[in-house]
């Protein structure tokens, strides 16, 4: 036997022991691997029970759901399966947690895409939006102030029409609006059409070949103003999302200058990729403002008309 070479059994015993090893290391492997199947299923099933709780109770933004403790104990689960679907759960925004107190429900937020042009429901979700309520506030023809005159690239005394609505979720406010029109552009308003619901932007398209081709547009939160509180019907504590646009044809001219306010904690924004624009920069909300004319009056009924009507 040459020196250095092992005999022929213990070299057979050394790669058995190896593929022993081998073949440990890889059924503990598949053991980890069920084990985490395992505890993301229950994760998931925990996960689904909430959620048909919720549906099955008809449970709603701001009510308690069961402690951890009560949810381990209805799902025949641990805690930390529990706790990682509660975690998933508020990560999604279907519930939220306050320590000390309990879960509760989320209320349900309105998604918004201020980036898309259109029609203002058509912004609100990729299906198309929830279902509103409209109540148009005023129609007035004014003077515009010095920053909505710079932004329509109108002079200052050139009049303009302004219209006023609010969107209602049930009976809940939940938009306020304000559309600035050029009366050279759009010398006159159907008022009944905007209190049957029509959506302002298909009247401008069909009347005066007015499509909106892109919008520049600043967002800024804020504390509302008393007529934004009273609109909204919000608390004393809350806050809002001050949308400000200027909508333009195809060939860059300006045909709207609009104002959204929104309450901060019912909707959710996101935007997408586009073209690079100049956008407006942010004013005090003493400048955004349209002088009236004698003979401006509201709007004859504020009556609420449901459907998806758009800026």
């Known amino acids: 036997m040459t020196e250095g070479c092992c005999p022929t059994g213990s070299r057979h015993q050394l790669v058995h022991r190896?593929?022993?090893?081998?073949?440990?290391?890889?059924?503990?492997?598949q053991i980890a691997s069920e084990d985490s199947e395992e505890r993301k299923l229950r994760y998931l099933h925990v996960y689904d029970w909430i959620l048909d709780f919720i549906a099955k109770n008809n449970l709603t933004g701001g009510d308690k759901l069961p402690s951890s403790t009560e949810l381990a104990r209805l799902t025949g689960v641990s805690l930390i399966s529990v706790r990682h679907a509660l975690d998933k759960l508020e990560h999604a925004g279907k519930i939220h947690r306050h320590q000390g107190i309990g879960t509760?429900?989320?209320?349900?937020?309105?998604?918004?895409?201020?980036?898309?042009?259109?029609?203002?429901?058509?912004?609100?979700s990729p299906s198309g939006g929830p279902d509103l309520a409209t109540e148009v506030l005023a129609i007035n023809i004014g003077l515009p102030g010095p920053e909505i005159a710079k932004a329509l690239s109108i002079e200052i005394g050139q009049p303009v029409w302004e219209i006023m609505r609010r969107r209602s979720l049930?009976?809940?406010?939940?938009?306020?609006?304000?559309?600035?029109?050029?009366?050279?552009?759009?010398?006159?308003?159907?008022?009944?059409?905007?209190?049957?619901?029509?959506?302002?932007?298909?009247?401008?398209a069909e009347r005066y070949g007015l499509r909106d081709d892109y919008a520049e547009q600043s967002l800024e939160v804020d504390k509302p103003t008393a007529a934004e509180r009273e609109a909204l019907d919000?608390?004393?504590?809350?806050?809002?999302?001050?949308?400000?646009?200027?909508?333009?044809?195809?060939?860059?001219?300006?045909?709207?200058?609009?104002?959204?306010?929104?309450?901060?904690?019912?909707?959710?924004?996101?935007?997408?990729?586009?073209?690079?624009?100049?956008?407006?920069?942010?004013?005090?909300?003493?400048?955004?403002?349209?002088?009236?004319?004698?003979?401006?009056?509201?709007?004859?009924?504020?009556?609420?008309?449901?459907?998806?009507?758009g800026r």
């Open 234 to 309: 919000l608390g004393p504590r809350d806050q809002i999302v001050r949308i400000r646009g200027v909508s333009f044809t195809a060939d860059g001219k300006a045909f709207d200058c609009y104002q959204q306010t929104y309450k901060a904690s019912d909707f959710v924004f996101y935007t997408s990729g586009s073209g690079s624009r100049h956008l407006l920069q942010p004013t005090d909300m003493k400048q955004w403002v349209v002088l009236p004319l004698h003979g401006g009056k509201s709007a004859s009924s504020a009556k609420k008309v449901a459907g998806r009507s």
């Open 170 to 204: 049930g009976t809940t406010p939940a938009i306020l609006e304000q559309a600035v029109l050029p009366l050279s552009l759009v010398p006159a308003i159907n008022e009944s059409d905007l209190q049957a619901g029509d959506s302002l932007y298909t009247l401008l």
């Open 104 to 124: 509760f429900v989320a209320k349900d937020r309105i998604v918004s895409e201020p980036s898309r042009t259109g029609r203002l429901l058509e912004t609100l």
């Open 18 to 29: 190896n593929a022993g090893v081998v073949a440990l290391a890889q059924r503990q492997r």
